[in-house]
């Protein structure tokens, strides 16, 4: 199936509500890196926070690479900074969030380290009792992304998985993808102005650092649309 179908379809899928997308139990979150979890579910970020649920935020890398310029530490703080800042917006407190620090650009897909960051993703899913686990999209383009959602899949069986696309759009029209897509669409109309200024909490994403990478419009606006997309990984 090429790509510019995919998306038509996916838009053709139903809205469900939040109790339908996701299996009842807690609610863990894998982002390769921090504004992704923003970007790509931070309406059900909050819409699960406002019904009870428990909720854990899984960053994977540590953010180090978006700006050459900048030391790596110091760029690493900052970016878990505004993480934290950013899930405050949604309603979580700084015990939601926890760092991998696995380095940027170069998430591991296989390997010890790989199996080492699955076991800690397993240890915090058992920890909430998470009967979901979200990823990235495994056809996005980027090699963090994909490796997040093999670490999504190595987790042991008996979770619902979903998966949310971030640059998935970015594919060229043209692209042959291995199945259509399945899934559904939550209303987060009521949870877009927390979504907002989640998404505005990474700075240093938005253009506030030189010589390095920014969200463009096209990303920005995208994330200002009242549903968001769950595909089933």
Known sequence: MRARDFWAQAGAL???????????GGVLVLAPHADDESLGCGGLIAASLAAGRALRVVFLSDGAASHPDHPGAAL?????????????????????????????????DTGAAFRQAVDRIGAIA??????????????????????????????????????????????????????????????????LPEKRAAVQAHRSQLGDLPGGFALDATMLARAERPAELYLQA
């Open 76 to 108: 690493r703080d900052r970016r878990e900074a505004e993480a934290l800042e950013a899930l405050r917006r949604l309603g979580a407190g700084p015990e939601a969030a926890s760092f991998l620090r696995l380095p940027d650009s170069r998430v591991p």
């Open 14 to 24: 139903p809205v469900r509500p939040l109790d339908e997308i996701l299996a009842p």
């Open 126 to 191: 058992a920890d909430i009792d998470a009967g979901t686990v979200l990823a990235t999209w495994g056809g996005d383009p980027h090699c963090d992304h994909q490796a997040c959602a093999a670490m999504q899949a190595a987790l042991p069986p008996g979770r619902r998985h979903l998966a949310y696309p971030v640059w998935g759009h970015a594919l060229p029209g043209e692209t042959v993808l291995p199945q259509p897509p399945r899934g559904a669409w939550l209303d987060i109309t009521r949870w």
